[in-house]
């Protein structure tokens, strides 16, 4: 067990640029999680999926917000034309979904210039 | 909403010293309660966590007890180390949803 992989681990970008990171879940985990944390604060949920399908959008995940994840297994969170409120550190977390308890990655620390 | 309130810190303490991070919540149902801690430059890891009422959660030293009647999920450590020092994140989830966490308590122990 590797735990939850994420990549890039820094991303330094500028205004209006598009980026794209990726999580890799614990393998036999079904439930895959995004989450974005700003200095001082808790992480707040973006969205999450079972397997392939996408549950559920917050409505913090504005339309340059996309996230996929095609053959139930890793992810990726891409954000269109970046801007400097976007740079958070953004976390993925893998679960079953008979469990409450999430598995988190390290993160990736996005700045936008 | 859901929603997690837990107290503001930074809290510093000297080694050895008992430790109490006060965690409240507001839910619809019945939710799940945890608690993550954040070391330096690290991702969260799940400390503890209790489904239930009453249920009391333990690691490494470290107690919450699910208090429904209060909606509280204190956190308490009885004599802390330098290693210890984190942020300390308080979190609910209900019916196995995404979670809903605090703001987190910056933990500084000092020598």
């Known amino acids: 067990d590797t735990g939850v992989s994420q990549n890039p681990r820094h991303k330094i970008t500028k205004r209006g640029q598009n980026v794209t990171f990726r999580c890799d879940p614990i393998?036999?985990?079904?439930?895959l999680y995004w989450y974005r944390q700003t200095l001082g604060q808790g992480p707040e949920f973006l969205t999450y999926?079972?397997?392939?399908?996408?549950?559920?959008k917050s409505r913090l995940l504005s339309d340059r917000f996309s996230a996929e994840r095609p053959k139930g297994s890793f992810s990726t969170l891409e954000i269109q034309r970046t801007e400097q409120g976007d740079s958070a550190m953004y976390l993925c977390?893998?679960?079953?979904?008979?469990?409450?308890?999430?598995?988190f990655g390290p993160g990736t620390r996005l700045t936008v210039t | 909403g859901n929603s997690v309130t837990q107290m503001e810190g930074p809290v510093t303490l000297s080694e050895e010293a008992f430790l109490t991070i006060n965690c409240t919540y507001t839910?619809?149902?019945?939710?799940?309660l945890f608690w993550y801690v954040q070391y330096p430059g690290e991702g969260l890891q799940l400390l503890l966590k209790?489904?239930?009422?009453?249920d009391k959660g333990s690691n490494k030293g470290f107690e919450a007890t699910y208090r429904k009647e209060t909606t509280s999920f204190h956190l308490e450590k009885g004599s802390v180390q330098v290693s210890d020092s984190a942020v300390y994140f308080c979190?609910?989830?209900?019916?196995?949803?995404?979670?809903?966490f605090g703001k987190g308590t910056r933990l500084s122990v000092i020598a």
């Open positions: 979190a609910l989830s209900e019916r196995n949803t995404p979670l809903v």
């Open positions: 977390a893998s679960s079953l979904a008979q469990w409450a308890e999430q598995y």
């Open positions: 839910a619809t149902g019945y939710p799940s």
């Open positions: 999926f079972q397997n392939e399908a996408q549950l559920e």
């Open positions: 209790a489904t239930k009422a009453d």
């Open positions: 393998s036999e985990h079904n439930r």
